[in-house]
């Protein structure tokens, strides 16, 4: 498995990493042996970087990989969590005080003295803005209770605030297939500052898997289901914003790209990986063979023919809506 510099943290992780949402809630239930078998499949994959949030599950997420860590002592294994969601959304609850408690919460979660990366999960917009909330992050990194930190973005502009503050290591924002716009000015501001990319939503809520069709439902408990129209967080999280019939219209266009002997989310994973100034891509799985498969995505290469069709469904399809908006 490549590895790559995750920006200022300086450490090494691998250009497929998982992300962990899926192992908490809103995709439906999971086992907890079943959360542990994927964390195992993908380290044995050669996943070295793993991503969640303290909301994950309320704990369930960062809980899974506390006893993974645990249970397998001897893995260098990077863990990305994030803050802030705890509360109700304004600015002016993102403290130190809070941060000291939510971070303290995750160290325990994760059975961890010292934090990896601890990242804003997505705040209100004046957040990234704020020199008071970067002095606050700095405080936790002097004394020991993070290593670095983090933000988790919605919309570009957000990204670009978060990278001008030299503290500031990784940038995790939703880029796929399906969302273009970090390309034009957040990954060449990114690489221009040493931050890190860690690019989510990689398969657009499972639309790029090529696995879904109009007549595919989700359980009532995924968000797939209850936030189409972002009744409960910001729509862009679920299908990356896209129409769903629109996304499935266009994912027929993306499968004749797919490259021969890869799967269409290795393709969409692999694309992904292949654009200058992403660290790491964080797909989830809900089973082993997912989590092995998209590990094996890092194999997989994308040709200039395969880039050009990508920017064309995205410009046919997707950009007039969805550029503006994040």
């Known amino acids: ?62 809980q899974a ?51 990896d990366l601890v990242q804003l999960h997505c705040p209100p917009t004046p957040v990234y803005s704020n020199n008071e909330v970067y002095d606050a992050l700095d405080t936790l990194v002097s004394e020991g209770a993070i290593r670095n930190y983090g933000v988790s973005v919605e919309r570009t502009d957000e990204a670009l605030a978060a990278i001008r503050h030299s503290g500031t290591a990784s940038v995790q924002i939703i880029l796929n297939a399906f969302r273009l716009k970090p390309l034009d000015e957040v990954l060449p501001a990114a690489k221009a500052a040493n931050v890190g990319i860690i ?27 209850y936030n189409r129209n972002g ?39 692999a694309w992904i990986a292949a654009q200058d100034g992403v660290t790491t891509v964080i797909p989830g799985a809900r089973n082993v063979d997912q989590a092995t498969a998209n590990a094996a995505a890092a194999s997989v290469q994308v040709s200039e023919e395969f880039d050009a069709g990508v920017r064309w469904i995205y410009d046919h399809y997707f950009r007039e809506a969805i550029h503006p908006r994040w």
């Open 1 to 62: 498995m490549e590895q790559r510099i995750l920006g200022k943290t300086g450490r090494n992780v691998s250009v497929v990493g998982l992300g962990t949402w899926q192992l908490g809630a809103d995709w439906g239930n999971v086992d907890p042996a079943q959360a542990q078998a994927i964390l195992a499949a993908s380290a044995e994959a050669g996943v070295n970087f793993f991503d969640t949030a303290d909301v994950y599950g309320d704990g369930k997420s960062e």
């Open 65 to 115: 990989i506390g006893k993974f860590l645990a249970d397998n002592p001897g893995l260098d294994i990077t863990v990305a969590t994030k803050m802030g969601r705890r509360v109700d959304q304004r600015p002016e609850n993102y403290t130190l005080a809070n941060f000291r408690q939510w971070v303290d919460r995750s160290r325990k979660n994760l059975g961890a003295d010292t934090l």
């Open 199 to 225: 690019a989510r939503v990689p398969l657009a809520s499972g639309l790029l898997s090529g696995k879904y069709s109009k007549e595919t439902t989700f359980a009532e408990n995924d968000h797939r289901n």
């Open 231 to 269: 009744d409960s967080f910001d729509v862009g999280e679920t299908f990356s914003g896209v129409d769903y019939e629109l996304g499935l219209k266009a994912v027929a266009e993306f499968e004749q790209l797919v490259p021969s002997g890869a799967t269409t989310a290795q393709a969409a994973i």
